[in-house]
């Protein structure tokens, strides 16, 4: 079973910049994608991002494209998530998944990290 675990958020302020890490270990072949969610108290956990494990290919939730930017290192064994420009809203806990394929990870992972607290100020 894969395992994940997130890093890297923080308390930081609007307009700030804020790069989360994802270590990935265990993976096996039922894993070729990666995703990146977040959950803000009281609402639906939410899709931001995806990356292919191997090919790179990318999948961004309307509501980040152009801020928020997926990648993961050459080893394949760490994931980021870089973010622009934070807002207040971008508060919530940050989360990395792992599933079978892009558009299925992007939906309903089979696995989680435990999540990465990041707060934005005004």
Do not use: H
């Not at 959950?39 to 292919?52: N, Y």
């Not at 152009?66 to 940050?94: C, H, I, W």
Request: aromatic share 10%; charged share 20%; net charge positive.
């Amino acid at each position: 079973q894969v395992q994940l675990v997130e890093s890297g958020g923080g308390l930081v302020q609007a307009g700030d910049s804020l790069k989360l890490s994802c270590a990935t270990s265990g993976r096996t072949f039922s894993e070729n994608a990666l995703a990146w969610f977040r959950q803000a108290p009281g609402k639906e956990r939410e899709f931001l991002a995806a990356i292919s494990w191997s090919i790179q290919l990318t999948r961004y939730a309307d509501s980040v494209k152009g801020r928020f930017t997926v990648s993961r290192d050459n080893s394949g064994n760490l994931f980021y998530l870089q973010m622009r420009n934070l807002k207040p809203e971008d508060t919530a806990v940050y989360y990395c998944a792992a599933g079978g394929t892009l558009d299925v990870t992007a939906k309903r992972p089979n696995f989680w990290g435990q999540g990465t607290q990041v707060t934005v100020s005004s």
